[in-house]
């Protein structure tokens, strides 16, 4: 299990390095959130939540998820 969570103000965003299948969906949709050069590499922050939601609906091999942060 290499699943890795990246914490945003309302959304997490987790990622599956063994599941991707690099197509570049993701990098290329939307850079602002998801950056191969940056780390952390996803930002949840960095774009609106309906987008982030509508990019990790994109990724084609189930890879990115998407959860509600919890909050306390
Ligand atoms: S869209 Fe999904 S499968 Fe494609 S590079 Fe991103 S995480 Fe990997």
Do not use: Y
């Amino acid at each position: 299990m290499t699943r890795k969570s990246f914490e945003g103000r309302d959304v997490t965003v987790s990622f599956d390095p063994e599941v991707c299948q690099h197509s570049g969906n993701c990098v290329r949709g939307l850079a602002a959130v998801f950056d191969a050069n940056r780390k952390p590499w996803i930002d949840p922050d960095g774009a609106s939540v309906e987008e982030v939601i509508a990019q990790v609906g994109r990724c084609p091999s189930g890879a990115l998820r998407i959860e509600p942060t919890e909050t306390e």
